[in-house]
């Protein structure tokens, strides 16, 4: 937990060692089987949505997010390191890829407490929701009854709640990578934050405007 309480005094720690991975591909695992699970929940939604059309298909849509959510948690965590990298490299930092990766591995723990969140707020919300089967192939009613949706109360509630509690722990997440780059890379403090912050920044610009796209904003 030293990671959360006192993070420069982990990683002047860690930097002293051989890079490993082990524990951060352990952290982002419990983080992808946390968020497979939300990602089962909204699979099996989003599949009754269209279960009218083929027998089975909630099944099939639950179990295809659960495994894709599983997967981008690692993949999440392979971009961000890249993205990371190049930003210290840009900035004259002296971190290797792989010392880079495990900064980055590290620096998502919190995450992991995102998803717990998510998950207990999915427990909540997505039982809620009032789906209603759609029988027809028109593309176009296919697309409103999607929308509709998405602008159902209990999920437009639940999908705001949960992206600002993502938001607010990956404000944490860049706070921590910032002091993992600063100590490690050997950049100074104003450098690491920006490697830290511009990923976290942008992401989180795109989060918000993707939700005020698709479910018209707050209640």
Not at 16 to 27: F, Q, R
Not at 176 to 191: H, R
Request: hydrophobic share 55%.
């Amino acid at each position: 937990m030293e990671i959360l309480t006192n993070p420069r005094a982990f990683f002047s720690t860690i930097c002293k060692l051989e890079p490993s991975l082990k524990i951060p591909a352990l952290i982002i695992l419990v983080m992808a089987l946390v968020g497979s699970i939300t990602g089962y929940m909204m699979g099996e939604l989003s599949g009754k949505l269209f279960s009218g059309m083929m027998e089975g298909l909630a099944t099939i849509a639950a179990v295809s997010a659960a495994i894709s959510t599983f997967f981008s948690s690692f993949i999440i965590w392979l971009v961000a390191a890249v993205i990371l990298f190049g930003l210290q490299k840009v900035m004259q930092g002296t971190g290797t890829f792989k010392r880079v990766m495990e900064i980055c591995g590290y620096g998502m723990v919190p995450l992991v407490f995102a998803t717990i969140i998510t998950l207990l707020l999915s427990g909540y919300y997505i039982p809620q929701a009032d789906i209603s089967p759609i029988r027809s192939t028109n593309p176009e009613e296919i697309s409103q009854a999607a929308m509709s949706m998405m602008l159902d109360p209990a999920l437009h509630e639940f999908s705001i709640i949960s992206t600002i509690v993502t938001i607010i722990f990956l404000i944490w997440v860049a706070n921590i990578w910032s002091i993992g780059v600063e100590t490690c890379c050997g950049l100074p403090a104003k450098k690491a934050l920006i490697v830290a912050g511009l990923p976290i920044l942008i992401y989180a610009a795109y989060t918000l405007a993707s939700l005020l796209l698709f479910t018209g904003g707050p209640v």
